[in-house]
């Protein structure tokens, strides 16, 4: 279908309507928050919590944006980022005859034709889309991912909603400067409606991990694939939390192939898989093998951004304030002095602990999952009211996610591990130069350039 006829694109008619169902909840909890401010008060809890019933309530891709939000630190007020750290991604499927009619517009009135049986009940809803079982004509089991409707609309709406409520915290929350990182979530998230971008991100992950059997990534089905629908191989597997009273041994296992998913392409070529959510991987058997999901959200960064990774790591582990400086720099922080980077030391040495201590521990004693950061997060925010404003740069936000949620799924396994081992092992040999020529290798291969 030729682009100007694509009934699917951002248009008025839909971000009207997207516009209705947001801005009443927003409104309301951004109004009520404002007003607490003016008069002295202090409702954030109360408030918090009107925000998350609006924003669970909505779904869509406001919901996605407001769990990123939660995880970086002093993004908001802490009693908002604990309430929307609690949403969950799980929307309501589209009905039967919904889903024929998607399936028609999207591979023609015969679609059914090109599949042996196709479920129509969703096996998997989510916040953009759902993920229904089928079978191919050779008898391959697949997953078939379908993008519910108007979802650019949607994006557009609610990126526009939010920036709107930002500018409340802002008003009174001068420490830190969320423009930029706005902007890096908005992008993620259009990126994420593009179902053939998401094909090349698979591709991308398939050719790094090629040759171990350990790591699956599923193979997309191009043939069965458009901008909106996304055919892939089923993977079986079992959620993470399955293995929760495991013997320590597969547990361990477990973490050490989580850590490798995620850290061996960033500094290998200079990717991310910036969505560690618990429904985002699955383990085969008995947990000897990682299958690695949803690639709609990756971030391929800039090789100079990924040395100033290794540099801070390096200048943490010498206690080289100089270094430290160079490394925010590296990551685009701006107006430093030795109040802000030590500030932004707080959070980098609770990132890094874990691979600066050179023993077996867990990713962080005596801390539940769903606290993983909280307290850090609340030191940070102190130092900053008194040594910013800051600007978050871009680059930080799904990092720093990753981050985050790799932290929360260590913990639920009570995994105990030399992180620092495996964090030096990633980092034999590496050198900014070989990054760069592995990452354009790697990208020219998958389609991404």
Request: charged content about 25%.
């Amino acid at each position: 279908m030729a682009e100007d006829q694509d009934p699917e694109r951002d248009r008025l008619s839909g971000r009207v309507r997207r516009f209705a169902q947001v801005g009443t909840g927003l409104a309301g909890a951004g109004v009520a928050y404002g007003a607490s401010r003016l008069t002295g008060g202090d409702s954030n809890a109360r408030n918090a919590k009107l925000l998350k019933e609006a924003l669970g309530n909505l779904k869509g891709p406001l919901m996605k944006a407001a769990q990123m939000f939660a995880t970086v630190p002093d993004f908001l007020p802490p009693e908002f980022a604990a309430e929307l750290g609690e949403l969950q991604t799980n929307a309501p499927s589209m009905g039967r005859p919904f889903v024929k009619r998607r399936m028609a517009s999207e591979l023609g009135p015969d679609w059914a034709k090109r599949f042996t049986d196709f479920d129509l009940d969703a096996a998997h809803a989510a916040s953009l889309g759902q993920v229904h079982r089928a079978s191919a004509l050779d008898g391959r089991r697949l997953a078939v991912k379908l993008q519910y409707p108007e979802m650019a609309s949607a994006v557009e709406t609610d990126v526009s909603q939010l920036r709107t409520l930002l500018s409340l915290f802002r008003r009174a929350e001068r420490a830190i400067d969320p423009t930029e990182a706005l902007e890096e979530i908005a992008a993620r998230l259009r990126e994420e409606l593009d179902y053939e971008r998401e094909a090349k991100h698979m591709r991308l992950y398939r050719g790094f991990f090629e040759g171990r059997a350990d790591i699956t990534v599923p193979e997309p089905l191009e043939e069965l694939s458009t901008k909106r629908l996304l055919t892939m191989r089923w993977l079986d597997g079992q959620g993470l939390l399955s293995f929760k009273t495991a013997p320590l041994e597969v547990r361990n296992r477990i973490a050490q192939l989580l850590f490798e998913a995620w850290w061996a392409p960033m500094t290998h070529i200079g990717v991310i898989h910036g969505d560690p959510h618990l429904g985002n991987y699955t383990f085969a058997g008995d947990g000897s093998r990682l299958n690695l999901l949803d690639f709609g959200c990756v971030r391929i960064f800039p090789p100079v951004f990924v040395a100033g990774v290794v540099r801070l790591y390096n200048a943490l582990l010498n206690d080289d304030r100089d270094e430290q400086y160079e490394a925010y720099r590296t990551w685009g922080f701006e107006n430093l002095n030795d109040g802000l980077v030590e500030a932004l030391n707080v959070w980098a040495r609770f990132i890094y602990g874990p691979l600066l201590d050179d023993r077996v521990r867990t990713v962080a004693d005596g801390v539940e999952p769903g606290a993983y950061g909280r307290r850090e997060a609340f030191r940070v925010r102190q130092a900053l009211k008194e040594k910013g404003p800051i600007l978050i740069p871009r680059e930080f936000v799904f990092m720093d996610r990753a981050a985050i949620g790799l932290g929360a799924a260590f913990l639920h396994l009570g995994a105990e591990l030399n992180w620092k081992s495996l964090f030096d092992a990633e980092l034999q040999g590496f050198s900014e130069a070989g990054l760069a020529k592995r990452q354009a290798a790697a990208l020219a291969q998958a389609g991404l350039t």
